[in-house]
């Protein structure tokens, strides 16, 4: 049943007492510490693309602060080394690598800016304000800044639907807030914009924009700690005299008593709807700043506690909890508290389940919904309900969907894989037959080079773009179909899809020993190099080259291990990929090609499966040590600690499972590859009250390898445990020595 909430027009909504900033929550026993481990600004930095703000899992809303500059490592609206904030909106992406969002930008003011002036860069904002890392903290649920030039401190917190800010302004300044809906960062540009001044204490509006997401529509209400004493409203650059304007820029500035107190809260809600679902989704009107920071700071305390782990090490620890926050912060709330939600036609859904956005799914299908399906299946369940409910209107499953809109970014159809994962490990939480039906359809549509799939068995590189990838890609999305009509008894289907999935065999090369181009007539792309690459266009690999892309068969590894000529030979290939030299040809080589070992790129997705190929090579002993090397050069506490785009949360999920010792290197086969954990202890809460514990026996930085492990006391001697083992609940327990054990496994 929905809730529902009424608001008095005129009333003020209750805030605690107004002055000092309220204090951090202290966690003084061992089941609260864990959220001080956290460190949202592992990411901000470098290539990670990650923002420091505000939210709660899977929350709708994510303040957070912008700093008003375009740029690939802006894409979240914030950059590390940057020292100018332009405010504060209340959308954000998490480390994806296309910048977009940063809708109902806020910021607060001691003096009367001049919104007129028109703003083509960073140092065109009027109301842009210094900042020092100093004075700048953040923790799970809560972000703190000092804003130098107006000398205000601000605090930002959330709720599942609703924003919150604190401004703290110095004693007798004037105090203002600004509201810029013509702001915007990257792809993102307003099409139409409006504000209305509803009452004393509150406002509403919209913003549509396009952008990445072309029919971006948000819909918000503001409410204020205290009136209104006045304000200035401008619309494309005019000043206008009004209590309502509407234009494709609109913004505003209101003025406050500052002889009441020294601080001011807003709280702001919005809806893909329209504006009374706004108000609906705003949180009750005993909600405040403090109560609400104190509530989602347990929140995330309680979602970090479904995976304890123990070590003497707290630097461990810190990337640990930190990438299993940023793993949960993604895909996004984006239906209303009665259900609701815009589809990209601009019609209405409604549904009995939470619909998500921001599914990235490229990414994401790799280990983070796998992490997901442990911490959170029922999240899981509604999902895919989402994703069906998108299916409903284009008729093909979501490849990336931002706030409803299909972007059509990146290869294959990888809603596919998280929908057979999920009903393969007993996640039922949706309709089985009518998500076949979506998967069958998706892989039997002619768009995005499905036509030339068909026509050819792979797609020629003359005819299509991104050949390999995608090749390989529907394959496995295929591969996928087959068991999920095997699971629901459609024989016929399952052949089919079956013999669809050895696409593979088409592209690869036994020449070079790589997956190449083949054109229509069956002619390989000459001239041919492993390391070339070349971003987006008239190429064979999606951001990447032949040497990180020949390995995506994770569906049948015995088969890709046959065609490199067996057990040793296939070996010797993948320590040759992490041996060569890192150069990469080519002058317009992807920039996503980062985290380099050798060849290998963990920096990107393609490669995160492969150091666990070893396993099925009879060379687990090469997996546990290059798992090993990856999670100790490729992860640090620092901003700059992500090798690459943080992808949604891939690649720190990549972190979370490998550090445990596990890996879903094909996650449909609801099956996890061991590789070499780093904690001595490491225990699972599942959500069906049962718990699985991982011990490694004499781990330490030189003790790696594997040798010996049992299963609830019992002698376990393969390199793979079945999710339903881990549902059961156990004790997975490895010896571990300086030494590779090369008799350990080695018969998968």
């Known amino acids: 049943m929905i809730k529902k909430y009424i608001f008095f027009t005129g009333i003020l909504f209750l805030f605690t007492a107004c002055g000092e900033s309220e204090p951090q929550t202290k966690h003084s026993d061992k089941k609260m510490a864990l959220i001080q481990f956290v460190d949202p600004f592992i990411g901000t930095g470098g290539h990670g693309h990650t923002y420091p703000g505000a939210t709660v899992p899977f929350g709708m809303v994510q303040p957070s602060p912008d700093n008003g500059q375009n740029g690939w490592d802006w894409c979240s609206g914030y950059h590390y080394s940057d020292s100018l904030v332009a405010g504060f909106g209340q959308l954000h992406l998490s480390g994806t690598g296309i910048g977009d969002l940063a809708d109902l930008l806020f910021m607060p003011a001691t003096k009367k800016i001049d919104l007129t002036v028109a703003v083509e860069k960073q140092a065109d904002i009027p109301y842009l304000s210094r900042y020092s890392h100093d004075n700048e903290e953040a923790h799970p649920g809560y972000y703190r800044v000092f804003l130098e030039d107006p000398k205000i401190d601000v605090e930002l917190t959330a709720s599942q639907r609703s924003a919150y800010h604190k401004y703290t302004f110095q004693k007798d300044d ?78 505003a500035q209101f003025f406050f008593n500052s002889e009441e107190n020294d601080s001011l809260e807003v709280k702001i809600a919005l809806s893909s709807v329209n504006i009374a679902n706004a108000e609906e989704n705003l949180d009750a009107e005993t909600s405040n700043f403090s109560r609400v920071k104190k509530e989602t700071e347990n929140t995330w305390e309680q979602m970090l506690s479904t995976i304890e782990v123990e070590t003497p090490v707290d630097s461990l620890k810190t990337l640990f909890y930190t990438a299993l926050y940023h793993s949960h912060l993604t895909p996004v709330t984006f239906s209303d508290k009665n259900g609701e939600f815009r589809l990209q036609n601009d019609s209405i859904a409604k549904g009995d389940f939470t619909a998500y956005t921001t599914l990235s799914l490229w990414d994401t299908f790799r280990a983070q919904q796998p992490l997901l399906t442990l911490t959170n299946p029922d999240n899981v369940s509604d999902i895919i309900s989402s994703m069906l409910a998108y299916y409903g209107i284009n008729k093909k499953l979501p490849v990336w969907n931002l706030y409803g809109n299909e972007t059509n970014t990146m290869t294959g159809y990888h809603s596919i894989p998280i929908i057979t994962e999920a009903y393969l490990k007993g996640i039922k939480g ?30 020629p590189f003359d005819l299509g773009n991104e050949s390999v990838t995608a090749t390989l890609e529907f394959a496995y999305d295929d591969w996928c179909v087959a068991q999920m009509a095997k699971a629901l008894g459609k024989q016929k289907e399952y052949e089919f899809s079956l013999d669809r999935s050895m696409a593979f065999q088409e592209l690869y090369d036994p020449e070079t020993g790589f997956m190449r181009g083949k054109s229509k007539d069956g002619k390989w792309h000459e001239p041919f190099d492993p390391k070339f690459s070349k971003h987006e266009t008239n190429t064979d690999y999606t951001e990447g080259n032949a040497w990180q892309h020949s390995w995506f068969v994770p569906h049948a590894p015995d088969s890709l291990i046959k065609l490199m000529g067996g057990n040793e030979a296939f070996v010797a290939k993948l320590e040759q990929l992490f041996a060569e030299s890192s150069e990469i040809s080519g002058d317009e080589a992807s920039p996503d090609i980062s985290g380099l070992i050798g060849q290998y790129a963990h920096g990107n997705e393609p490669s995160h499966h492969i150091a666990y190929l070893f396993n099925k090579a009879g060379a687990p002993w090469r997996t546990q ?122 018969a998968n």
Do not use: C
């Open 625 to 746: 040590y290059w798992v090993h090397e990856i999670l100790k050069t490729q992860y640090d506490t620092t901003p700059n600690g992500l090798s690459g785009n943080e992808d949604a949360g891939q690649m720190s999920a990549w972190y979370v499972f490998s550090s445990m010792g596990l890996y879903p290197m094909n996650p449909a086969s609801t099956t996890y590859e061991i590789g070499s954990p780093i904690f001595e202890k490491t225990t699972l809460n599942l959500p069906n009250g049962n718990t699985f514990t991982i011990e490694a026996k004499d781990v330490s930085d030189t003790n790696f390898y594997i040798q010996s492990a049992t299963l609830n006391g019992k002698e376990f001697n393969q390199t793979k445990i079945p999710h339903s083992e881990i549902l059961n609940g156990g004790t997975l327990t490895l010896v571990m020595g300086s030494e590779p054990n090369e008799a350990w496994a080695v």
């Open 430 to 459: 949706f309709d089985a037959e009518y998500a076949f039906e979506a998967m069958k359809t998706t892989m039997m549509q002619d768009e995005r080079w499905m036509d030339l799939y068909k026509e050819y068995g792979y797609i």
């Open 174 to 251: 004037d105090q203002s807030v600004i509201v810029d809906l013509g702001f915007a960062i990257n792809w993102d540009r307003p099409t139409e914009t409006s504000i209305t001044l509803k009452n004393p204490t509150t406002i509403t509006g919209t913003r549509h924009s396009k952008g990445w997401a072309k029919n971006q529509k948000v819909f918000f209400v503001a409410q204020f700690s205290k009136p209104i004493v006045s304000h200035q409203f401008t619309v494309d650059g005019k000043q206008v005299k009004s209590d309502s304007i509407s234009g494709r820029k609109t913004a």
